[in-house]
């Protein structure tokens, strides 16, 4: 505890034990009021009324005191004067209360001569005194870090922060609410299960002491809400949540909420209005009207939605009907043909083949809500086969802004199909496949004793929420995400890689990337990316000479692809092979362009390069908005409030500058690194 080496804690625990022996008693354990500040601002003038919440601000005329407390709900001013709560009690304030406590006042509704309606105080109680105090008013928290680490003081100072989780409520009452409306019952299936099943991730995995055994926190729950079907529920639902071993990054949570639900005697078809009722009616409730906007990206929800299967989008996208090729082979070979390039595309098989080109083409242009059916049988192991085409699947996909938002199938309901495919999936398992399923006896047991036809769905709420928030991460949606102990913020999940000693200088690279680049912006961006690099490199202990060279050499294929991105990065490597970089360094040049190269980022060096060249276009563009238009004039909180605003910087990635959270750095930090960086060759960059 830091309490004896800081002067306004100790103040403010000093004022607690004058309390104590004035009062004896500080934090009270009561306050009857007339509702919420929402509801106190509803109330005629005139009225006398009891509010109470915390003070957020104070401002001293002499003997008249302004305050405002707040609660979820809003804000409301106070106003105490000598006249009415007399000398003593004005002493009392100015002494013993302060921003951040909470206090119950009653008093009458009135209108100042500034238009605000304002509870004239005839008294008050301090109902509880804080010993820390609340950030800075007019900035709130500006640390996303701390966002996510003390929430509380995110709710309090930040009115939006507080707005999007009642939201997150008022999303699962409403979906809650339209679901029983249609005869679903809400059940709970268990946490802790000794089986991993429900769907294809790795799991956690923990030990019950008591009965000695091993046991998987659930992955979903599929196979219990399916149980209650056999066991006679017609429609059941569960806002689960869920648990998956994996990566985390700003799209992807360990722990998560899981709605899923499923009906008997439905299939996918019907399944497929019905998810258009629900997301339609969630959209209007929460929103107003079917429009929303995502990081500038109009999205409508309303009308009819498309039904595409593969086959449509691909023929569409890429012009190649896939019914023509019944081999991986053969469709490797058009695919080829058509100049596509896709990640590990001979180790492919026919199924994920498809899935690869439908992602690499189609996908990414795909916002408003649209249906995507006819998936092949080897995506979809455990769903339904398709009566009429025994090699796809009865299932579906909701897709909005190139997301997967929800996931549905006819289910399979055949005991013999079923233990065959547990069967397939437990022989995976044994083979070292982590996220294959095992053998759920149990479970099969249930189907053998009988199914009815059923369908399921289930949708990511935290996702969703993010969608409809206008929110990139995750953590943003979530009140209390997982982060790492404090004094371990810097530890590593990822590690940055063993690098040779540097082959070439900082004169010899730049003469180099002079010869392959003309344009004058580009090169400043790398100058800026390298240093940047470099100041991450100092932070993190790492190889300046390296880390330099990596971020001045990114681009230096850039003005030679001809706009064709997937070989941006890769042509990089033909350049630089000659001149004996570390493979490391090569990787990462080709991973910071993950997305067409498809080169997947493996370590901290490639997670740094990738949002050390991104965030440079965000700091030179604030810089230029700023009337000096120096970047010496340029601060941390101006960099992240324009990272916020859509319209600004368009070309910038938020999401790739978000990836240094993978090393370990929060945002802020990062951005206080970066200014730095690039502070120190302003004149270069001309900033």
């Not at 604030?622 to 941390?636: E, H």
């Amino acid at each position: 505890m830091d309490f004896a080496n800081n002067d306004f804690i100790k103040s403010r625990i000093q004022k607690v034990e004058e309390l104590r022996k004035l009062q004896k008693i500080v934090y009270k354990n009561k306050f009857e009021k007339d509702g919420n500040i929402e509801d106190i601002l509803k109330i005629e003038l005139g009225q006398k009324v009891k509010a109470a919440g915390r003070i957020i601000a104070i401002r001293e005329f002499g003997k008249l005191i302004f305050f405002h407390i707040q609660d979820f709900s809003g804000k409301i001013q106070v106003a105490i004067d000598i006249s009415t709560v007399g000398e003593e009690k004005i002493s009392y304030f100015k002494k013993y209360v302060d921003i951040a406590d909470f206090i119950g006042v009653t008093g009458k509704l009135i209108l100042t001569k500034t238009g605000e309606k304002t509870i004239q105080a005839e008294d008050f109680i301090l109902l509880s005194k804080a010993i820390r105090p609340l950030p800075e008013k007019w900035h709130g928290i500006a640390d996303q870090e701390t966002k996510y680490r003390q929430r509380y003081l995110d709710l309090a100072m930040n009115p939006s922060s507080m707005k999007r989780f009642l939201n997150r409520s008022k999303l699962i009452s409403t979906i809650r609410n339209f679901l029983e409306s249609h005869k679903f019952i809400e059940v709970e299936t268990p946490i802790l299960q000794n089986k991993k099943s429900g769907a294809l991730a790795r799991p956690f995995v923990t030990h019950h002491t008591a009965l000695d055994i091993d046991l998987y926190l659930r992955i979903s729950p599929e196979t219990y809400l399916k149980r209650c079907i056999a066991g006679g529920f017609d429609r059941v639902y569960e806002f689960a949540k869920s648990f998956r071993n994996e990566g985390i990054d700003p799209s992807h949570l360990q722990e998560f909420t899981l709605l899923e639900f499923y009906a008997a005697y439905w299939d996918y078809k019907q399944l497929m209005q019905f998810t258009q009722d629900l997301i339609q009616h969630i959209i209007l409730t929460m929103n107003g009207s079917m429009k929303i906007t995502y990081k500038g990206q109009e999205i409508d929800f309303s009308g009819q939605w498309p039904i595409y299967s593969f086959r449509d989008l691909i023929i569409q996208h890429a012009d190649i009907d896939i019914d023509k090729f019944q081999t991986a082979e053969s469709l490797r070979d058009e695919i080829k043909r058509k100049g596509i390039i896709l990640e590990d595309m001979d180790k492919l098989g026919r199924g994920n083949l498809i899935d690869q080109l439908y992602k690499k083409v189609a996908r990414p242009k795909m916002i408003n809500p649209q249906f995507l059916i006819n998936h092949p049988i080897d995506l979809s192991p455990l769903a339904r086969k398709n009566d009429e085409n025994p090699l796809e699947t009865d299932r579906f996909q909701l897709v909005v802004n190139t997301w997967e938002i929800v996931n549905a199938y006819s289910e399979l309901v055949d005991p013999i199909d079923q233990r065959q495919r547990f069967e397939e999936q437990a022989k995976a398992h044994a083979a070292g496949d982590e996220d294959a399923l095992e053998m759920d006896e149990d479970f099969c047991l249930c189907v053998d004793h009988g199914l009815p036809p059923i369908a399921g769905w289930g949708m990511g709420i935290d996702r969703f929420m993010a969608l409809i928030s206008d929110c990139e991460n995750l953590k943003d949606v979530v009140l209390f995400p997982l982060m790492r102990p404090i004094g371990q913020e810097d530890k590593d999940n990822l590690s940055f890689p063993q690098l040779k000693k540097a082959p070439i200088d900082r004169k010899t690279a730049l003469e180099i990337i002079k010869k392959h680049i003309s344009s004058d912006s580009l090169l400043k961006h790398s100058l800026a990316s390298a240093a940047v690099m470099e100041g991450l490199a100092e932070y993190f202990s790492q190889d300046k000479e390296n880390f330099y060279l990596a971020g001045l050499l990114h681009d230096i294929d850039f003005e030679l692809i001809d706009n064709n991105f997937e070989l941006h990065g890769i042509q990089s490597i033909e350049i630089l092979k000659p001149y004996g970089l570390d493979e490391n360094i090569l990787h990462a040049i080709q991973s910071h362009n993950e997305e067409f190269t498809k080169v997947k980022r493996v370590n901290n060096l490639d997670f740094a390069l990738t949002a050390a060249e991104s965030v440079t276009g965000l700091i030179s563009a604030t810089a230029l908005i700023l009337p000096s238009k120096k970047l010496s004039d340029v601060k941390a909180d101006s960099v992240i409030k324009r990272m916020k605003k859509k319209d600004f910087a368009k070309n910038v990635n938020r999401e790739s500058i978000l990836l240094i959270e993978k090393t370990g750095l929060n945002l802020e930090k990062f951005i206080d690194i970066a200014i730095s960086s690039m502070q120190k060759i302003a004149n270069q960059l001309g900033l």
